[in-house]
């Protein structure tokens, strides 16, 4: 089992920066790659940034260039910085774990609202 706590969300006007941060616990050594979504209001849940466990990173195309997805082993945290944020940003960013035995998790999400 792994459970992922969410955190450092909230209010930031367009342009500016935001890091959020996604703490894992349980069997982290089973997880094989970590990815943040997003879901703003009214639409489907999407793909943001992901990591596998070898290092592998991937973007969307609407956050490239923008937003960095990186991750620290000790701690067992994976973070999401975002600057540059546009007002489309908004929305609640969830973690997600996926296993080496195809197991799949969720963190609870933490709202992210860019203004502008």
């Known amino acids: 089992q792994v459970q992922l706590v969410e955190s450092g969300g909230g209010s930031v006007q367009a342009g500016g920066s935001l890091r959020i941060s996604c703490a894992a616990s349980?069997?982290?050594?089973?997880?094989?790659?970590m990815s943040w979504y997003r879901q703003a209001p009214g639409k489907e849940r999407e793909l943001v940034a992901s990591?596998?466990?070898?290092?592998?990173?991937n973007y969307a195309d609407s956050v490239k260039g923008r937003f960095t997805i990186s991750r620290d082993l000790v701690k067992n945290t994976v973070y999401l910085q975002m600057n540059s944020v546009k007002p489309e940003d908004t929305g609640v960013y969830y973690c997600?774990?996926?296993?080496?035995?195809?197991?799949?998790?969720w963190g609870q999400g933490t709202q992210v609202t860019v203004s502008s």
């Open positions: 990591i596998t466990k070898g290092g592998s990173r």
């Open positions: 997600h774990a996926a296993s080496i035995t195809e197991r799949y998790y």
């Open positions: 349980g069997s982290f050594f089973s997880i094989n790659a």
